[in-house]
Structure formats: C-alpha cells, structure tokens
T-cell receptor, first 116, second 105 residues
Framework: GAGVSQSPRYKVAKRGQDVALRCDPI?????LFWYQQALGQGPEFLTY????????KSGLPSDRFFAERPEGSVSTLKIQRTQQEDSAVYLC??????????????FGPGTRLTVL | AQRVTQPEKLLSVFKGAPVELKCNYS??????LFWYVQYSRQRLQLLLR??SRESIKGFTADLNKGETSFHLKKPFAQEEDSAMYYC???????FGQGTTLQVKP
C-alpha cells in the first residue's frame, strides 16, 4: 500500500492566478485533513473531511480557499487569486478514524506553493 | 484557547547526551497529545502518543496535567535522531512551532 500522495510537489504561481492542489489519501481512510505550513512554522489546520462531508473549515484563511472531496476519496484544495502570503507548504493527511479520536494521521509529502 | 508551545526552535546536543524537547499546551478538556517527527527529506510521521505510554526509538513522553506539559525525552541521543520535532494536540491537530534537534558527533 502506497501512502498519502500529493500533486504537484512544487507549484509556482503568479499573483492572481488560481491553483489546485490534489491529495490522494490512503485507500479506505475516512478522515482527510489539509494543513498549511509557512516557513519556520508548524503546520496549521485548514479543513477536515469525514468521507465526502466537510465537517470543519474553520482554518481556511479566506473565501479564496476552497476544498472538496466529492466521492470521499481524492481531495482538491483550490486557492483563487493567489497572494504572496499564500506561499507555504500545503500538507494533506488521512486517518482511518474519525477526527477527535486517538488515531494517527498519515501525512503526504506536501505541495510547496510559491506565489511570485 | 487551544495552543501548543515549543519554546526552543533549536536544540543542539552531543551524541550520547540526554535530550529533552519541551512542549506545553493549553486545552480546556481532556488533552490528547502527540509527538510528530520529520527527518530530512521525509514526510511528517507520528513518533508517539501519550495514551500509548510507549517508548519509540528510545523516546518517551509523559503527560503532566498539573504543569500542562508533554516533554519528549531520550537518555542518550543518537546522530540519527537529528530531525524536526512537533508536539501536537487533539484530533484535528494543533501543532507547536517545532524544535530542530541537532545531535553532533
């Protein structure tokens, strides 16, 4: 079994462009999380899915950020009209358990987004 | 407010020396705490969780509710322990800023 995969691994965007970041979780994992990690900081929670339902999007920094997981498997994080402050590593993690339980989260390698 | 604080950005020790990476938390309920580690060019992975009370790679961490701490300890550091360590809280994971552990030969 492959782990969590993310694509692209690196993305350079011009300010104002829209970007889409993809996450393929471990097959069968119920929970999927997105985190944003700025340089020199710990990951910060963005949003959480339980299957296809987005149960928590409290960490999304603005309405330019949008995430979906339509079939309860692959997820896409979309950022519209990118700004320089969006430059960060975006991490995806999945878990076989629902959020709030004691399950381990399995992380992908991240997508490094640079906005020029 | 829920918060995790790791006061040291960098901890540098010699091989064989004891290591303690500090973590303090703020949480109103019953905390669930984890230590995650990221080795160079690898992805973030779970090191240990407080509920398991286990020792992984010689590391242990004890939850101290009185001091709201979950410090990570190892009696004798090895060079391969050099990595970034993050303390994290609860289900959707609230991370500290991380501590880089550098073990010198």
């Amino acid at each position: 079994g492959a782990g969590v995969s993310q694509s692209p691994r690196y993305k350079v965007a011009k300010r104002g462009q829209d970007v889409a970041l993809r996450c393929d979780p471990i097959s069968g994992h119920v929970s999927l999380f997105w985190y944003q990690q700025a340089l020199g900081q710990g990951p910060e929670f963005l949003t959480y899915f339980q299957n296809e339902a987005q149960l928590d999007k409290s960490g999304l920094p603005s309405d330019r950020f949008f995430a979906e997981r339509p079939e309860g498997s692959v997820s896409t994080l979309k950022i519209q009209r990118t700004q320089q402050e969006d430059s960060a590593v975006y991490l995806c993690a999945s878990s076989p358990r629902v959020s709030g339980s004691q399950g381990e989260q399995f992380f992908g390698p991240g997508t490094r987004l640079t906005v020029l | 407010a829920q918060r995790v604080t790791q006061p040291e950005k960098l901890l540098s020790v010699f091989k064989g020396a004891p290591v303690e990476l500090k973590c303090n938390y703020s949480y109103s309920g019953s905390p669930e705490l984890f230590w995650y580690v990221q080795y160079s060019r690898q992805r973030l992975q779970l090191l240990l969780r407080h509920i398991s009370r286990e020792s992984i790679k010689g590391f242990t961490a004890d939850l101290n509710k009185g001091e709201t701490s979950f410090h990570l300890k190892k009696p004798f550091a090895q060079e391969e322990d050099s990595a970034m360590y993050y303390c994290a809280l609860k289900g959707k994971l609230i991370f500290g800023q991380g501590t880089t552990l550098q073990v010198k030969p």
